[in-house]
């Protein structure tokens, strides 16, 4: 099955960019390639320009905060496990310390090193960081795998208390959901989403032998997938089939 997740605000929009990033860094840094510490390199500086929002930081940390009071709210509650629910409060509370505890935004400190800001500066330009350009870095490329990747896990230092943050709250969210089994008369369906709920989050699993793609749409009030399949031409045609899949709406 494959997994499409749809973002209904940009703050949780946001976060899944950055998990993303934070997923293709720690599959990155492993390797040995200098090749592929390059563009472990270039995806620390793609963090730092999300994150680098001055109200990241902020909203981050009032989610956690949120959501700590809300489990709180579940104390006494006798078909809920104290110890579970205790876990999960600690945990809350440990990434609020450790993100709280950072000086200025996410991987300020970063931007403070000359060298690693040279690279930033020259990385968006199309080969832009040849041995004539960044002789440094050339150099620093071909340093041992374990040298580069020592490096490599010092300066991720500054970011992991957000990595762990929103790799917490987007768990939380995804597990406020129940999946449920939808079909898509003709290839189209809509759902009106219920008053009083705020959801946040939609994740579509479908069968990849179907060969559909689904485009999503949806705000506050409505949702809205129509399926498509690729053609000979490479574009996207509508399909016309009855099609079931399984929707989730997470708050």
């Known amino acids: ?22 997923r293709r860094m720690v599959e990155l840094v492993p390797r040995q390639h200098p090749l592929d510490h390059h563009f472990a390199i270039q995806t620390i500086f793609e963090i730092i320009e999300v994150a680098s929002r001055a ?29 579970a629910l205790n876990e999960a409060i600690d945990q809350l509370e440990d990434c609020f310390s450790q993100l709280s505890g950072l000086v200025g935004k996410t991987g300020q400190s970063l931007t403070e090193n000359d060298w690693l800001m040279s690279i930033r500066s020259r990385i968006g330009i199309p080969a832009g960081t040849c041995e004539f350009d960044l002789p440094a870095y050339y150099k620093w490329q071909h340093h041992s795998a374990a040298e580069r990747q020592a ?18 709250l987007l768990k939380m969210l995804r597990d406020s959901g129940s999946p449920q089994k939808v079909v898509a008369p003709g290839g189209q369906f809509q759902q009106t989403l219920p008053q009083g709920r ?38 996207l045609h509508s399909a016309q089939d009855d099609t079931a899949f399984e929707l989730t709406l997470c708050a």
Do not use: C
């Open 1 to 22: 099955m494959i997994l499409y997740e749809y973002p209904f605000n940009e703050r949780i929009r946001t976060y899944l960019r950055l998990e993303q990033l934070f």
């Open 55 to 83: 109200d990241m930081k902020s909203d981050v940390l009032k989610d956690l905060e949120r959501h700590k009071q809300q489990l709180i709210s579940y104390r006494g509650n006798p078909m809920i496990s104290e110890q």
């Open 151 to 168: 490096d490599l896990q010092r300066w991720s230092v500054p970011l992991a208390p957000l990595a762990e943050s929103i790799v917490l």
């Open 198 to 235: 705020t959801f946040q989050l939609l994740r579509l699993r479908m069968d990849p032998s179907s060969g559909l793609i689904p485009e999503i749409s949806g705000n506050r009030l409505m949702l809205s997938v129509r399926l498509m399949r690729q053609g000979d031409d490479d574009r």
